[in-house]
């Protein structure tokens, strides 16, 4: 079965510093993932998406970045952490069904609690 | 795009009740509609969900009814019990897409009273 992992759980960053969050996803091949934020009492909003290795699209701009180094890795980053970022963040992986049309259901990870301060 | 709205964005009901969340979306080319449920501090879990060629589905105490003609779809919870108590999120998207995004509604803080 497919699991997805982040890491870490909590991160508590000072502002100005960098940020790196990790998703990866096990069981299963050349899903599409997703870097969504949701802030406190909020709904989700959609950052990042990727339909392959070295493939990122961007929803709105800001001052985080995304980069997917292999299939089943998604990493969300930022050079100098505003006090804006502060969040949860979730990744999700989406099934890549055959000829390039993608399935249904998108899958969410635990999250990360990101607090900047 | 795509335009979820959802409502009410919060409810209360006594355990036992029955809990409807409505959402309505605006592009007639979406067809697949899931409901998540998010507990405090982890990701959404996905509960139920529809496509357009389904007007109804069920599974135990919970059910989602599509209209598609007025594009709308409601997720409805029977016999309510505390461990309900969540966030709830509609979302709506359309196959055969390739970059497989979803416009998520803002949710519905669910309370059930014991």
């Known amino acids: 079965s497919q699991t997805i992992h982040q890491w870490p759980a909590t991160l508590v960053q000072p502002v100005g510093s960098p940020l790196s969050l990790e998703c990866t996803v096990e069981g299963t091949s050349n899903p599409n993932l997703y870097w969504y934020r949701q802030a406190a009492g909020r709904g989700l909003q959609l950052l990042f998406y990727?339909?392959?290795?070295?493939?990122i699209s961007s929803e709105v701009p800001q001052n985080l970045s995304a980069s997917r180094p292999q299939d089943r890795q998604f990493i969300l980053s930022s050079k100098k952490l505003l006090l804006s970022d502060s969040g949860f963040y979730l990744c999700?992986?989406?099934?890549?069904?055959?000829?390039?049309?993608?399935?249904?259901?998108?899958?969410f990870g635990p999250g990360t609690r990101l607090t900047v301060l | 795009g795509e335009n979820v709205e959802q409502h009410p964005s919060t409810l209360s009901v006594q355990e036992g009740d029955s809990a409807v969340i409505k959402c309505t979306y605006s592009d007639s080319a979406s067809n697949y509609f899931p409901w998540y449920k998010q507990e405090l501090g982890k990701g959404p879990q996905l509960i139920i969900d529809i496509r357009s060629n389904v007007g109804e589905k069920k599974d135990q105490r919970i059910a989602v009814t599509l209209n598609k003609t007025a594009k709308h779809f409601s997720l409805h919870i029977t016999e309510t019990q505390p461990e309900d108590s969540a966030v709830y999120f509609c979302?709506?998207?359309?196959?055969?897409?390739?970059?497989?995004?979803?416009?998520f509604g803002d949710g519905t803080t669910l309370t059930v009273k014991p």
């Open positions: 979302a709506a998207s359309k196959r055969a897409t390739n970059a497989g995004k979803s416009t």
């Open positions: 990727s339909v392959g290795i070295g493939q």
């Open positions: 999700a992986w989406r099934e890549l069904a055959v000829f390039s049309i993608s399935t249904d259901t998108q899958y």
